[in-house]
């Protein structure tokens, strides 16, 4: 079935530095690919989309590439901020496979220090 | 346009005994999908509904059950409630079919059983 692998957190990181979480899947079709984030007692919030091979999604400096040949959708930002402490989730949906299903990894905690 | 609203959205339950918790989607979306959000278990997919029919069910036993109304309102009920059923459960509604097939997710509703 499908799967969705992230790299494990927490990260912390310094204000201004470089992020990247890394995101890879498992498939049987061709999936749209998605990050979510979650703030602290919040639902989750679409981030950024692609939905075919080599699309690159960008929203609020964040930006992911959908690699098709290494099945990744690694997130990545220029230069943090606080504000971006947050739950970043990646995931998956299959409307010809799976309709109406996400999968989701299991988030990485991301927390921004001044 | 309204998002997706979760009622309610606190909710303290004494173990075996049953709740519901309602979920109305963004206007125009058939879809709607919840999710179980745990420390442990991260998100867990329950069900889905479009237009009224159930299209596909995570693995979780038979307590947990839901439906979908004409007006693409969804309810979901967990019967004879166990201490691990604490959870934050998320609702998520899209338009199901095509390409765009982003959920949009609620504010979740959080259930302490005690």
């Known amino acids: 079935g499908d799967s969705v692998t992230q790299m494990e957190g927490p990260v912390t990181l310094s204000e201004e530095a470089f992020l990247t979480i890394n995101c890879t899947y498992t498939?049987?079709?061709?999936?749209?690919l998605f990050w979510y984030v979650q703030y602290p007692g919040e639902g989750l919030q679409l981030l950024l989309k692609?939905?075919?091979?080599?699309d690159k999604g960008s929203n609020k400096g964040f930006e992911a590439t959908y690699r098709k040949e290494t099945t990744s959708f690694h997130l990545e930002k220029g230069s943090v901020q606080v504000s971006d402490s947050a739950v970043y989730f990646c995931?998956?949906?299959?409307?010809?496979?799976?309709?109406?299903?996400?999968?989701f990894g299991d988030g990485t905690t991301l927390t921004v220090k001044p | 346009k309204a998002g997706v609203t979760q009622t309610p959205r606190y909710l303290i339950k004494t173990r075996g005994q049953q709740v519901t918790l309602s979920c109305s989607p963004i206007?125009?979306?058939?879809?709607v999908s919840w999710y179980q959000q745990t420390p442990g278990q991260g998100l867990q997919f329950l069900f889905e509904?479009?237009?009224?029919?159930?299209?596909n069910k995570g693995n979780f036993p038979g307590r947990f059950s839901g439906r979908q109304f004409s007006n693409s309102r969804s309810e979901m009920n967990v019967s004879t409630l166990e201490l691990g059923d604490s959870a934050l459960y998320l609702c998520?509604?899209?338009?199901?079919?095509?390409?765009?097939?982003?959920?949009?997710f609620g504010q979740g509703t959080r259930l302490t059983v005690v």
């Open positions: 998520a509604s899209s338009r199901g079919q095509g390409a765009n097939t982003e959920a949009f």
């Open positions: 498939a049987t079709g061709y999936p749209s």
């Open positions: 692609a939905t075919k091979a080599d």
């Open positions: 995931a998956l949906s299959d409307p010809n496979t799976n309709a109406g299903k996400s999968t």
């Open positions: 206007s125009g979306h058939r879809s």
């Open positions: 509904y479009f237009s009224e029919t159930q299209r």
